[in-house]
C-alpha cells in the first residue's frame, strides 16, 4: 500500500475515533479500538493480523503499566479515607500562610498527591481552598482556582504516579524512574513560572470580579480532617444511617485517631516509594547494580512497598472499613483508566503494523522545525479535538511510539513534549473544567481565563523546560 493511503486511513481511524467520543458520546474506549480495527483492516493487515496486533498492544502496554496504576490509585483512595487531603492542605496554610497558598498547594498536588484521583483530589480541597480566597489578597479566587487547574493537570502527564505520566512512560519504553526525575524537573519550574504569570495577568486587568465570579449558594461547611469523602467525586459527606447519636460519638472518635497520626506519617509510605523509584534510577544511571537496589528500586515493588505501608498506617488510623472502602473505590476509579491506557497500547501497535512509522520518521528527519515542537503540536491538536488530557496524551504516544527511535532524542523528552502538549486549550468538553467552575464559584468566562489560559500557558512554559532539557541530554 502507498505512502499516501496509509497515512489518509491513519488520520480517518484517528478522526473516526474523535468523532464517536465527542460527537455520539461514545466511551473512549469503544472509539479507540474501532479505530484501531479501521486502521489494521483498511491498511491490509488482514482480519486475523488485526485482532492480534489489537490484543498484543493491549497486552504489552499492561506488562508495563498495570500494575503501577493499579497500586498507585489504590494507595491514593486509601490515602483519601484517613483524611490525609484535607490535613495536608490545612498544614500548608499555616505553614506558607494565605498569600503563599497558590504555589504551595500547586507544588502539592503536581507532585506528591497525584495518587488522588483528580476529580476526587479537587472535591477534598477546593471548598477549603475557595474560603481561604479572600485571604489570598487580590484576586484570590482567580490565583487559587489557576493554581489547582495548572497542578492538577500537569501533574496527572508529567509527574510520576500520575496516570497518564505512568502509561506514556509505558508507551514510549521509558524507565519509570527516569520519567519521575525528569518529570519533577519540568514540573516544579512549570507549575511555579506558570502560577507567577497568570497572577501577573490577573494583576493587570485580566480578571473582572464582576463578570468572573459568581456567588455560590453556600460554601460546603468546613469538617475538619477526620471528614471522609466520597472517593466516587460527589463530595458529600457519608453518613451512616443508624441514631444520630452513635454516629456522632463514632466521627468524634474517628476524628480523634486522625488527629493523633502525624501527618508526615500518612504519606510517609507514599514519599518513600517515590524516592526508592528514584534511586532506582539513578542507580542505573551511575551503574550500581546490587542486586538489592534493583529489586526495591523496580518501580513495581517500590509502589507495592508504599501501597503496604499506607494499608498499615491506615490500619491504625481508620480502622479495616475504611480501608475496604477506599481499596473497593480505587479498583472502581482504576478500571476505565487501565481500559484507556491499554486501548492506547492496541492503537500504537497497530499504528506500528500499518508502517505509518517509516513514514512520520522520514517526515521527522526532513522537517525543519525542532522535532520536540512537532510532537507537542501533535498532542496539543488531539486535545483541542478530544478535550481529554490524559487521552490525548495517550493517543498522542501511540501515533508517536513506532518513531520514537528513528528521531534521535531521549524518549523521556518525547514523553514529556507529549504530555506538555497534551495540556495546551483546556475547555468545555473536560470535566475538570466544569469542576473548577463550579467549586470556586467562576462563571464560565472566569473558568476560561483561569483553566483554558492557564493551562495553556502551562503548556508552553513546559515545552520550554522540556527544550531546555533537550540541551543537556
Not at 59 to 69: A, F, H, N
Not at 277 to 292: F, K, R, T, V
Not at 339 to 358: K, N, P, Y
Request: hydrophobic share 55%.
Amino acid at each position: 500500500m502507498s505512502d499516501i493511503a496509509i497515512l489518509i486511513n491513519t488520520a480517518v481511524a484517528v478522526l473516526a475515533a474523535v468523532l464517536l467520543i465527542v460527537r455520539f458520546k461514545v466511551n473512549p474506549v469503544i472509539a479507540l479500538i474501532i479505530g484501531s480495527l479501521y486502521l489494521g483492516l483498511s491498511t491490509g493487515l488482514g482480519a486475523t493480523k488485526t485482532i492480534e496486533t489489537i490484543t498484543q498492544g493491549f497486552g504489552d502496554i499492561m506488562v508495563e503499566v498495570g500494575l503501577l496504576v493499579a497500586f498507585g490509585v489504590l494507595m491514593g483512595s486509601i490515602l483519601n479515607e484517613t483524611g490525609a487531603i484535607r490535613r495536608l492542605v490545612e498544614h500548608l496554610l499555616n505553614t506558607f500562610g494565605p498569600k503563599r497558598l497558590p504555589y504551595s498547594m500547586a507544588l502539592a498536588v503536581s507532585t506528591a498527591l497525584q495518587t488522588i484521583f483528580l476529580d476526587v483530589l479537587l472535591v477534598i480541597a477546593a471548598p477549603l481552598a475557595r474560603r481561604m480566597a479572600p485571604k489570598i489578597g487580590k484576586h484570590g479566587t482567580a490565583r487559587i482556582a489557576t493554581a489547582m487547574a495548572i497542578a492538577g493537570e500537569v501533574g496527572i502527564v508529567l509527574m510520576v504516579p500520575g496516570v497518564g505520566a505512568v502509561a506514556l512512560a509505558g508507551m514510549l519504553e521509558v524507565p519509570l524512574g527516569k520519567m519521575l526525575i525528569f518529570g519533577l524537573l519540568v514540573v516544579v519550574p512549570t507549575v511555579l513560572i506558570s502560577v507567577a504569570i497568570m497572577t501577573f495577568f490577573f494583576d493587570r486587568g485580566f480578571w473582572k470580579a464582576q463578570s468572573d465570579e459568581q456567588l455560590l449558594a453556600a460554601d460546603e461547611p468546613y469538617q475538619g480532617a477526620g471528614t471522609t469523602n466520597n472517593a466516587g467525586g460527589s463530595g458529600e459527606v457519608q453518613a451512616g444511617t443508624g441514631a444520630a447519636g452513635t454516629a456522632s460519638a463514632a466521627t468524634t472518635v474517628q476524628t480523634a485517631q486522625r488527629r493523633e497520626t502525624h501527618l508526615f506519617l500518612l504519606f510517609l509510605p507514599l514519599l518513600a516509594s517515590l524516592l526508592l523509584i528514584a534511586g532506582g534510577a539513578l542507580a542505573e544511571i551511575l551503574g550500581y547494580e546490587a542486586s538489592w537496589i534493583q529489586l526495591v528500586g523496580n518501580p513495581v515493588v517500590a509502589l507495592l512497598i508504599g501501597l503496604v505501608g499506607t494499608i498499615t498506617v491506615a490500619r491504625f488510623t481508620v480502622g479495616q472499613k475504611a480501608i475496604d472502602r477506599g481499596v473497593s473505590n480505587g479498583f472502581k476509579e482504576s478500571g476505565q483508566i487501565l481500559l484507556l491506557t491499554g486501548v492506547g497500547g492496541s492503537l500504537a501497535a497497530t499504528v506500528s503494523t500499518a508502517g505509518l512509522g517509516d513514514i512520520m520518521g522520514q517526515f521527522f528527519s526532513a522537517s525543519t522545525v525542532a522535532p520536540l515542537v512537532v510532537v507537542w503540536g501533535i498532542a496539543a491538536l488531539l486535545h483541542i479535538a478530544v478535550g481529554s488530557v490524559t487521552l490525548s496524551g495517550i493517543t498522542a504516544a501511540s501515533l508517536l511510539a513506532p518513531i520514537a527511535p528513528s528521531l534521535g532524542i531521549d524518549p523521556v523528552l518525547i514523553a514529556l513534549a507529549a504530555g506538555s502538549g497534551a495540556l495546551f486549550m483546556v475547555h468545555v468538553t473536560s470535566n475538570t473544567f466544569w469542576l473548577l467552575q463550579s467549586l470556586f464559584g467562576q462563571t464560565v468566562r472566569g473558568a476560561l481565563k483561569t483553566v483554558s489560559v492557564g493551562v495553556s500557558v502551562a503548556s508552553i512554559v513546559a515545552l520550554g523546560m522540556v527544550m531546555i532539557l533537550n540541551i543537556f541530554i
